[in-house]
T-cell receptor, first 112, second 116 residues
């Protein structure tokens, strides 16, 4: 059964600092997605990682995928307050079931 | 460009009442999903439909039923609501990953359900 773990669950950081959110998953998959959710809102797609070694960057966020280690990272560079949100990773099983399983989310708070 | 539309956005039920959450997408996606979101639990998959005519259980299917009415619509029914079903429900859809599609999920705005 596919399981997805994220850590940390909660992250409070100062503006200008760097940090990394980790997403581990339990079974083979070559597709991983990162989403952002603002309080009271729906989920917004951030990154799509479709192969081993994939790296995507948008502004101060960079995501990478290592399918052999079953690990994805979301790196935050020089955080700003606007990045405060909850970040989720989601993994699709390659068994053909089309199930998207989400991690528990990382709630990021960037302090001015 | 509506994307994924969910109704209702808010609902209050009494224990034992039934209700149906409606979801429709206009992106011609094959796959549709229902998730629930509870504080500290992330999104948990209730049911999904990989294609029109099929439905399958997700991680937390108990107490729910679904119907894939056609390619556009996927409804979630609570036959006898319980306080434990108080949650925010999200519908999502996806095209299958392939040469032209990334397979990412597109979400509706959510339906906030309270069961008293």
């Amino acid at each position: 059964e596919l399981k997805v773990e994220q850590n940390p669950l909660f992250l409070s950081m100062q503006e200008g600092k760097n940090y990394t959110i980790y997403c581990n998953y339990s079974t083979t998959s070559d597709r991983l997605y990162w989403y952002r959710q603002d309080p009271g809102k729906s989920l917004e797609s951030l990154f799509v990682l479709l192969s081993n070694g994939a790296v995507k960057q948008e502004g101060r966020l960079m995501a990478s995928l290592d399918t052999k280690a079953r690990l994805s990272t979301l790196h935050i560079t020089a955080a700003v307050h606007d990045l405060s949100a909850t970040y989720f990773c989601a993994v699709v099983s390659t068994s053909g079931t089309y199930k998207y399983i989400f991690g528990t989310g990382t709630r990021l708070k960037v302090l001015a | 460009n509506a994307g994924v539309t969910q109704t209702p956005k808010f609902q209050v039920l009494k224990t034992g009442q039934s209700m149906t959450l409606q979801c429709a997408q206009d992106m011609n996606h094959n796959s549709m999903y229902w998730y629930r979101q509870d504080p500290g639990m992330g999104l948990r998959l209730i049911y999904y439909s990989a294609s029109e005519g099929t439905t399958d259980k997700g991680e937390v299917p108990n107490g729910y039923n679904v119907s894939r009415l056609n390619k556009r619509e996927f409804s979630l029914r609570l036959e006898s609501a319980a306080p434990s079903q108080t949650s925010v429900y999200f519908c999502a859809s996806s095209a299958l990953a392939g040469v032209w599609n990334t397979g990412e999920l597109f979400f509706g705005e959510g339906s906030r359900l309270t069961v008293l």
